[in-house]
């Protein structure tokens, strides 16, 4: 039996701008076997900052749900009056998937 990979999602608040801000690091496993867990922490800092920088970095395994997550953060948090920015630093073969995806513009890869 394989163990389970897991996500590791960290935040660091900004002490600049009053604590309103915070980095969020998300690593490992990306994957829709992640994503409920993803969504939950993106959204429980999503109500207590108002900026957010989002670093994808150190990826095991992504897909596209992720990347559907991350536009959605950012237009809700648009819709919020909130900022949202991301930052990927992929592989090769996982840049590549989301180059034919047709999603690259929604990233920035690093």
Same mark, same amino acid.
């Given at each position: 039996?394989?163990?389970?990979k897991?996500?590791?999602?960290?935040? %660091?608040?900004?002490k600049?701008k *009053?604590?309103?801000?915070?980095t969020?690091? !998300?690593?490992?496993?990306?994957?829709?076997? @992640?994503?409920?867990s993803?969504?939950? +922490?993106?959204?429980?800092?999503?109500?207590?900052?108002?900026?957010?920088?989002?670093?994808?970095?150190?990826?095991e395994a992504?897909?596209? *749900?992720l990347? @559907? /997550?991350i +536009?959605?953060?950012?237009?809700t948090?648009?819709? @919020?009056?909130k900022?949202?920015?991301?930052? +990927?630093k992929? %592989?090769?073969? @996982?840049?590549l998937? /989301?180059?034919?995806?047709? !999603?690259?513009?929604?990233?920035i890869?690093k």
């Amino acid at each position: 039996m394989n163990k389970s990979k897991k996500a590791t999602l960290k935040v %660091s608040p900004s002490k600049a701008k *009053g604590g309103a801000s915070a980095t969020l690091m !998300l690593q490992g496993d990306l994957s829709l076997d @992640q994503i409920v867990s993803i969504k939950d +922490f993106l959204l429980e800092n999503l109500t207590k900052y108002k900026e957010l920088s989002v670093k994808i970095n150190n990826v095991e395994a992504i897909d596209l *749900g992720l990347i @559907q /997550l991350i +536009f959605s953060l950012k237009r809700t948090a648009a819709e @919020q009056g909130k900022k949202v920015e991301s930052e +990927f630093k992929l %592989s090769s073969e @996982q840049a590549l998937l /989301l180059s034919r995806s047709g !999603l690259e513009n929604l990233i920035i890869t690093k």
